[in-house]
């Protein structure tokens, strides 16, 4: 079992810069691949970043590339996304998720991570 806890949310304005951060608990932080995802009001969760369980691999979407840089610290049992440049169009509750093993290419997707962080307000400002 796994819980996360996202923090690092707010209110910025268009072209500013939030890091934020998921902490989980347990001693198998290592054990998992982790993504961040985020939802808009009307919309459905979207993939954002992940990362795998080493941090060696890397994986964004389109939307995100070249602004965002997602990062663990596994002594410190934090996932991190360093949002940049952000656009209004990058407001939304991101999340934070957990799973034990995946293939590349299942990363992208909701319906592959175990555990979920409850998720932290991000809004840009026009």
């Known amino acids: 079992q796994v819980q996360l806890v996202e923090s690092g949310g707010g209110l910025v304005q268009a072209g500013g810069s939030l890091r934020l951060s998921c902490a989980a608990s347990?001693?198998?932080?290592?054990?998992?691949?982790m993504g961040w995802f985020r939802q808009a009001p009307g919309k459905e969760r979207e993939f954002v970043a992940a990362?795998?369980?080493?941090?060696?691999?890397?994986y964004y979407a389109d939307a995100v590339k070249g602004r965002f840089t997602i990062s663990r610290d596994n002594a410190k049992n934090t996932v991190y996304l360093q949002m940049n440049s952000l656009k209004p169009e990058d407001t939304a509750v991101y999340y934070c998720?957990?799973?034990?093993?995946?293939?590349?290419?299942?990363?992208?997707?909701?319906?592959?991570?175990?555990?979920w962080g409850q998720g932290t307000q991000v809004t840009v400002s026009s």
């Open positions: 998720a957990a799973t034990a093993g995946l293939r590349s290419d299942q990363l992208y997707y909701t319906r592959w991570y175990d555990y």
């Open positions: 347990g001693r198998t932080f290592s054990s998992y691949d």
């Open positions: 990362i795998n369980r080493s941090g060696g691999s890397l």
